[in-house]
């Protein structure tokens, strides 16, 4: 288990370029071997997760190269491999090779994902959409086994609830399918746009992505011709910019799309922040005065699941108690009793976040049980008063890019004993 020490109460100032989306990148990488040609991938963020997913084709035969930001796979040698366990358990998006293994052999078996533990998280629409495609799906150990001995058909699939994953299995299984495909109640994610640019740009059909409607006609081959730029992560941008929001002297957050961050930015801007939000960065002034805000999550364009826990410290510094609902994840509060051990005042009262004023937060030992939760550690700890250690801080380097030398530039005092990445 990996540490990382923040010494807190200094104000950050300077500038913060953003990575390439974690939630883009960790579709786009199972994507590529639907490719019959070798893929560049540009502005790839350099978390755990990726690196997870490069050894996950390597065991199919699919090389792979990552310097710098740009990712090489070349998927001309691959072999169908089942994935029954390993690195599937230790991220949620090895659950897409079940869509693009399917798309491209027709079979796929895959051990059940990892990924953060924020309560249930079953894939009955993912195993939904496959049979509708004309699969077979069966459970062997802790495997499910997708099989479609006669091809894959298109159908029309109606979603019960608006799911990012299914969305994006279903789409990888029916790109290459016989005929044409409907997903109703689809997901809206700038994330799903960016996979569906990265599929048409390589000869796929897919229309209607980032509307709830998705049309998808099936083509006989993928051929990757230009390299694909992934798109800025929101979810690390809105990080920084809640940290920036709490202890900046100034901090110019580059490399966003503002439109992708819309409801974040009206709720920062509802609780007093200061920003001026240019044309592909955002500029946060030093904190005024905060008051509370009463925060919903839901499917995009809604306010973010995965931002409600990087707000909740900045939410400490407002005069009057904020509240947050999160209708996707109601279990996602793992963080709070680790917040509470650093004199934050908070209260979790049916399924309601209560954050209530906090004069100060004081350094603690805490523990990073999931990505966003050990984010919001992260920005408190840059908050309080003296030394936090955060333990199982391996969990934000999962999905957070070069996070230790991009605070360090932001001038913080933070270091980090992990041997995998920094
Ligand atoms: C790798 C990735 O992109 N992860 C994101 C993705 O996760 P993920 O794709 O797992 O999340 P979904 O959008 O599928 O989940 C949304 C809701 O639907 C439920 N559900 C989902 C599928 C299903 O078959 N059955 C079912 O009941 C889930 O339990 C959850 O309550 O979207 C989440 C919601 O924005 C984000 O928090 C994650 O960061
Ligand atoms: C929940 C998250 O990730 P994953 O779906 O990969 O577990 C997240 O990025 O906040």
């Not at 998006?93 to 953060?116: C, N, Q």
């Not at 996979?195 to 000869?203: D, H, Q, V």
């Not at 993928?222 to 730029?229: D, E």
């Not at 700890?381 to 199982?392: D, K, P, R, S, Y």
């Amino acid at each position: 288990m990996a540490k990382m020490v923040i010494n807190g109460g200094k104000r950050l100032s300077g500038s913060v370029t953003i990575g390439g989306a974690k939630n883009s990148t960790v579709a786009i990488i199972p994507a590529t071997i639907l490719s019959d040609t070798p893929v560049t991938l540009d502005s790839v963020p350099k978390i755990k997760d990726v690196y997870n997913l490069m050894d996950m084709l390597h065991d199919m035969g699919v090389a792979s190269d990552f310097q710098k930001d740009v990712l090489k796979i070349d998927p001309t040698n691959i072999h169908l491999t089942p994935l029954p366990h390993g690195k599937v358990t230790s991220l949620r998006a090895s659950y897409y090779f079940m869509g693009s293994l399917l798309g491209r052999f027709g079979k796929a078996v895959v051990g059940f994902p990892g990924g953060d533990d924020i309560g249930p998280r079953p894939i009955d629409q993912h195993i939904k959409g496959f049979k509708a495609l004309g699969a077979v799906v069966s459970e062997n150990k802790n495997s499910i086994v997708i099989e479609a001995p006669n091809g894959l058909h298109g159908a029309r699939i109606f979603l019960d609830m608006v799911s990012v994953g299914a969305t994006i299995n279903i789409i990888l299984a029916a790109v290459r399918a016989k005929g044409v495909t409907i997903i109703e109640n689809a997901a809206k994610e700038p994330e799903i746009i960016d996979l569906a640019t990265f599929l048409n740009n390589m000869g796929a059909k897919i229309r209607g992505a980032g509307t709830q409607t998705i049309r998808i006609i099936g083509v006989a081959s993928l051929k990757a011709t230009n390299a694909h730029t992934i798109i800025p992560d929101r979810i690390e941008a809105g990080t920084y910019l809640s940290l920036a929001a709490a202890v900046g002297d100034g901090v110019l957050v580059q490399n966003i799309i503002a439109e992708h961050l819309d409801a974040f930015l009206a709720k920062l801007q509802e609780l007093g922040v200061n920003l001026d939000v240019r044309e592909d960065s955002i500029f946060v002034y030093p904190n005024s005065q905060l008051s509370g805000v009463k925060v919903k999550t839901s499917p995009y364009p809604g306010f973010a699941t995965d931002l409600q826990q990087p707000l909740t410290p900045l939410m400490l510094l407002a005069d009057s108690c904020s509240t947050i609902v999160d209708t996707i994840y109601p279990k996602r509060t793992r963080h709070i009793p680790e917040l509470i051990k650093m004199g934050a005042s908070i209260k979790v009262i049916d399924g309601t976040i209560q954050v209530n004023h906090t004069d100060k937060l004081i350094g603690a030992e805490v523990n990073a049980e999931e990505i966003r939760g050990g984010a919001a550690l992260m920005v408190a700890a840059l908050m309080a008063e003296g030394t936090t250690v955060i333990h199982q801080a391996e969990n934000i380097m999962r999905g957070y890019d070069r996070v230790i030398e991009k605070l360090t530039n932001l001038k913080a005092d933070v270091t980090y004993n992990g041997t995998e990445l920094i």
